[in-house]
């Protein structure tokens, strides 16, 4: 018999049942008590419930094989309301380790030894490197600093002027630290001084001298002690700096530059916004479709119809984008399923809905493994597709994962063992460990008997002979399929030759 894979959630172990999902609905299709025996023969006693669609009773079972969140318990039918059930405990991943702090190696900075009002020493120095401060804490030390250097520079101007005469390299140097904190503290006010104002009549190339020449007095002005009228002996080295002044006229006004928005309509507004978001769910459901082998229509007004041509299984489901969908006529229009894509959040009462996220998981879900419209089809028929619906699709395409590792498992295992060598079940069971029960294993080693694999040969005794070896196994394969692919005609080249 066939054996059903089924993983271990939160709920279930906090209520001691297992949920019944669609595919599980075949294994258990009657109410009423049931029997689950393990792997040492202990007989659990269990109820079906297929109101509630669960199966109470395992919490026993559960704390005998130790068991947690998503371990695995295989499903076997051995006879009406009677059951083998196998635990697989999932490994658990070994603890990070704690990550490391490599020291920063030390770094050369320029460091100030010693500093007078005119000649500052500065030597190399190797310093270790600490964090960096925020950055509103450095600026505000960086503006204490300079106004700290102004107040001393300018107690300092009247008893320096003898010392800048007899050393002129050091006064340029102090020269040239002034007009880099001025340029720094500058606010956007000073940059138009009031001789500027006040000559705003005159043509552009005066103005432009004018400016200049304010900024060449700024520095001036901003470092000469308070009661002084006259200018500093030291030249001050202008600086190179143009400011571009605004031209004169009513139309240097900002209410002549910038002009307001012409006024857009409410109703083209909200049909933008709905061309929008019909346009991002088009998109979502054209990807679903193309995954899952529907055929999309677009009805207009914001409704598309997933159509299943599966002949006698087929059917077809109406997706409104927005709730002013459900108004247009083409939602009047035969469908076998109706449903309105919303949020989470957002959802109406007593309305069948799909909701946006669920939308993206069955995506990834089809991504993942091959989903068909008949495998959907139960959802759309139960009314809405939520995120709690998508997380039982999980369940299904983890399932087809799961089977399609413990193929390759099988596969990996016998890749060990070279051609015409006999293959004994048991010590290959022992070989795979819990990773493939016995119900599994027998299927799969079944199918390498038949074509296209054509592997393994049955012989008395429940063993079985390895014609080929795994490697040769897989290389004819390849070759197969390569043969089939390029004798296989696509139907758009069809269409085209018609």
């Given at each position: 018999?066939?054996?059903?894979?089924?993983?271990?959630?939160?709920?279930?172990?906090?209520?001691?049942?297992?949920?019944?999902?669609?595919?599980?609905?075949?294994?258990?299709?009657?109410?009423?008590?049931?029997?689950?025996?393990?792997?040492?023969?202990?007989?659990?006693?269990?109820?079906?419930?297929?109101?509630?669609?669960?199966?109470?009773?395992?919490?026993?079972?559960?704390?005998?094989?130790?068991?947690?969140?998503?371990?695995?318990?295989?499903?076997?039918?051995?006879?009406?309301?009677?059951?083998?059930?196998?635990?697989?405990?999932?490994?658990?991943?070994?603890?990070?380790?704690?990550?490391?702090?490599?020291?920063r190696p030390p770094e050369t900075r320029r460091v100030v030894v010693s500093s007078t009002p005119h000649v500052r020493e500065i030597r190399m120095q190797t310093v270790p490197v600490t964090p960096p401060a925020p950055a509103q804490k450095s600026g505000a030390a960086r503006l204490d600093s300079q106004k700290d250097g102004a107040q001393k520079e300018g107690g300092q101007k009247d008893g320096g002027q003898k010392a800048q005469a007899a050393a002129p390299e050091a006064r340029?140097?102090?020269?040239?630290?002034?007009?880099?904190?001025?340029?720094?503290?500058?606010?956007?006010?000073?940059?138009?001084?009031?001789?500027?104002?006040?000559?705003?009549?005159?043509?552009?190339?005066?103005?432009?001298?004018?400016?200049?020449?304010?900024?060449?007095?700024?520095?001036?002005?901003?470092?000469?002690?308070?009661?002084?009228?006259?200018?500093?002996?030291?030249?001050?080295?202008?600086?190179?700096?143009?400011?571009?002044?605004?031209?004169?006229?009513?139309?240097?006004?900002?209410?002549?530059?910038?002009?307001?928005?012409?006024?857009?309509?409410?109703?083209?507004?909200?049909?933008?916004?709905?061309?929008?978001?019909?346009?991002?769910?088009?998109?979502?459901?054209?990807?679903?479709?193309?995954?899952?082998?529907?055929?999309?229509?677009?009805?207009?007004?914001?409704?598309?119809?997933?159509?299943?041509?599966?002949?006698?299984?087929?059917?077809?489901?109406?997706?409104?984008?927005?709730?002013?969908?459900?108004?247009?006529?083409?939602?009047?229009?035969?469908?076998?399923?109706c449903v309105l894509l919303t949020s989470e959040d957002s959802r109406p009462a007593n309305t069948p809905c799909l909701t946006r996220e669920a939308l993206a998981a069955l995506i990834e879900h089809a991504q993942l493994a091959p989903l068909s419209p008949v495998d959907l089809r139960g959802y759309w028929k139960a009314g809405s597709i939520e995120l709690e619906s998508a997380a039982s699709v999980a369940e299904l395409v983890s399932s087809h994962l799961a089977q399609r590792g413990?193929?390759?498992?099988?596969?990996?295992?016998?890749?060990?063992?070279?051609?015409?060598?006999?293959?004994?079940?048991?010590?290959?069971?022992?070989?795979?460990?819990?990773?493939?029960?016995?119900?599994?294993?027998?299927?799969?080693?079944?199918?390498?008997?038949?074509?296209?694999?054509?592997?393994?040969?049955?012989?008395?005794?429940?063993?079985?002979?390895?014609?080929?070896?795994?490697?040769?196994?897989?290389?004819?394969?390849?070759?197969?399929?390569?043969?089939?692919?390029?004798?296989?005609?696509?139907?758009?080249?069809?269409?085209?030759?018609?």
């Amino acid at each position: 018999m066939k054996s059903i894979r089924y993983i271990v959630t939160r709920p279930c172990l906090q209520e001691g049942s297992l949920r019944l999902l669609k595919y599980l609905e075949s294994t258990f299709p009657n109410a009423g008590p049931a029997v689950l025996v393990d792997e040492k023969g202990d007989e659990h006693a269990v109820q079906v419930d297929l109101d509630r669609m669960r199966v109470w009773g395992l919490g026993g079972l559960y704390h005998a094989q130790h068991l947690g969140v998503n371990d695995v318990l295989m499903l076997t039918t051995l006879a009406p309301g009677r059951y083998q059930v196998e635990a697989v405990v999932k490994p658990h991943a070994p603890a990070p380790q704690p990550r490391r702090e490599t020291p920063r190696p030390p770094e050369t900075r320029r460091v100030v030894v010693s500093s007078t009002p005119h000649v500052r020493e500065i030597r190399m120095q190797t310093v270790p490197v600490t964090p960096p401060a925020p950055a509103q804490k450095s600026g505000a030390a960086r503006l204490d600093s300079q106004k700290d250097g102004a107040q001393k520079e300018g107690g300092q101007k009247d008893g320096g002027q003898k010392a800048q005469a007899a050393a002129p390299e050091a006064r340029v140097a102090e020269v040239r630290v002034t007009e880099s904190r001025v340029t720094e503290v500058r606010t956007p006010e000073a940059r138009v001084a009031p001789e500027a104002r006040a000559t705003e009549s005159r043509p552009a190339g005066n103005r432009v001298t004018d400016a200049r020449t304010s900024e060449r007095r700024a520095p001036e002005a901003a470092h000469a002690p308070s009661g002084a009228t006259g200018r500093s002996a030291a030249p001050l080295r202008p600086l190179d700096v143009n400011f571009d002044l605004p031209p004169a006229g009513p139309a240097a006004g900002p209410a002549a530059v910038l002009t307001a928005p012409a006024a857009v309509p409410a109703a083209r507004t909200d049909a933008a916004t709905l061309d929008a978001v019909t346009l991002d769910a088009g998109a979502q459901l054209a990807e679903l479709a193309a995954l899952t082998g529907y055929r999309l229509e677009h009805l207009g007004g914001g409704v598309l119809r997933l159509n299943a041509e599966l002949g006698t299984h087929g059917y077809s489901v109406l997706v409104a984008t927005s709730e002013s969908a459900v108004q247009t006529p083409a939602w009047k229009e035969n469908a076998d399923y109706c449903v309105l894509l919303t949020s989470e959040d957002s959802r109406p009462a007593n309305t069948p809905c799909l909701t946006r996220e669920a939308l993206a998981a069955l995506i990834e879900h089809a991504q993942l493994a091959p989903l068909s419209p008949v495998d959907l089809r139960g959802y759309w028929k139960a009314g809405s597709i939520e995120l709690e619906s998508a997380a039982s699709v999980a369940e299904l395409v983890s399932s087809h994962l799961a089977q399609r590792g413990a193929f390759s498992f099988v596969l990996l295992t016998l890749s060990q063992q070279p051609a015409h060598s006999v293959v004994s079940v048991p010590r290959l069971a022992e070989r795979l460990g819990s990773g493939v029960n016995y119900a599994e294993l027998g299927s799969i080693l079944d199918t390498l008997t038949r074509a296209p694999f054509l592997a393994l040969t049955p012989l008395p005794g429940g063993q079985y002979l390895l014609r080929v070896g795994v490697p040769e196994l897989l290389a004819d394969l390849s070759e197969y399929a390569d043969g089939v692919r390029r004798r296989v005609r696509a139907p758009s080249r069809e269409a085209a030759r018609a």
